[in-house]
């Protein structure tokens, strides 16, 4: 067993397909299974099973499958912080949503390249909270900034602050005037749904079941940017989590933004595999962003 076997093998059941691997790392399908048979010789049991459509790992694979890609992911972590030591500088890896780094990060960014510029910023986008899970697991990535949920197992969370929500209406609507609203003032909106797959819409859907409020939708959107946009036209109502900056109440232009304040606010903050072996630029920058989003929530109050 060596760890290039481990590599192949975690490589074949996140793709499902020995092919896809094969033609991943540029060699043959045959080479790969070689990967998977010596393991299976080691361990004595199948690791895999064979159908038409790829292969899925047996209940002994996925237990390997588990342990090795944890090791893994520790292991080029820590070959990453020895490099950095050696060599200086290094690279922060980041995983957000689509609009996060606007909304969270625009100043942290600012700062954290002027002081200190021998390293780098690399952002992945992911859709949702649970890919940002999945690509902290598979990939060479430091810190991820998420809807914070339920425990994942392999993942540390760390809450940076709370959004309240609030309804973002055309200001003609009757709502724009009011100052603030409770749930069951939302129950004949018409409703512009967040993302199907995001842990906002789970944790507002959530929080509409627990009041008994019941709302119409014919619109959803992929973004909070996108359903303050269609509220702002007339299209709908949005109900969204006051970001960093807004101003809560908002009183300018043709869109208002009412507070909710009944409704359980929505935790924002870091995850990632494991804190204590962060690379320092990870942890400095790490620190730079909540700072500055708790700064900026402040500066609304």
């Given amino acids: 067993m060596t760890l290039d076997d481990l590599r192949v093998f975690v490589a074949v059941c996140r793709a499902g397909s020995l092919s896809a691997v094969a033609r991943d790392l540029g060699c043959t399908q045959s080479a790969v299974s070689q990967h998977v048979r010596r393991l299976e010789k080691q361990t004595g049991t199948g690791l895999l099973e064979r159908h038409a459509r790829g292969v899925v790992p047996t209940e002994a694979g996925r237990i390997l499958q588990a342990a090795a890609a944890d090791g893994i992911a520790g292991l080029d972590g820590a070959l990453r912080r020895v490099d950095e030591l050696v060599h200086g500088g290094g690279t922060v890896r980041v995983t957000t949503g689509a609009t996060t780094v606007r909304h969270f990060m625009s100043e942290a ?80 909106i018409r409703h512009i749904r967040l993302p199907e797959n995001s842990a906002s819409r789970a944790h507002l859907d959530a929080a509409f079941a ?79 962003v909540a700072r500055s989003c708790r700064a900026r929530a402040a500066g609304q109050q």
């Fill in 109 to 188: 960014v600012v700062t954290f390249r002027r002081n200190h510029p021998e390293v780098s910023l690399e952002f992945q986008t992911e859709n949702s909270s649970r890919s940002c899970f999945d690509a902290l697991a598979a990939d060479d990535l430091d810190l991820a900034w998420i809807t914070i949920g339920g425990p994942v197992r392999g993942i540390e969370q760390r809450p940076v602050m709370r959004l309240p929500w609030v309804l973002a209406v055309g200001a003609e609507d009757p709502l724009a005037a009011r100052a603030r609203l409770d749930p069951a003032d939302l129950a004949g």
């Fill in 210 to 288: 627990e009041a008994g409020i019941r709302v119409s939708s014919d619109t959803s959107v992929a973004d909070w940017d996108t359903a303050l946009l269609l509220a702002e036209l007339g299209l709908g109502h949005a109900v969204v989590p006051a970001l960093p900056g807004w101003q809560v109440p908002g009183s300018d232009g043709p869109l208002r933004l009412v507070p909710i304040p009944a409704l359980p606010p929505l935790a924002v903050g870091w995850a990632v595999r494991r804190w204590a072996a962060l690379a320092p630029p990870a942890l400095v920058f790490a620190d730079e």
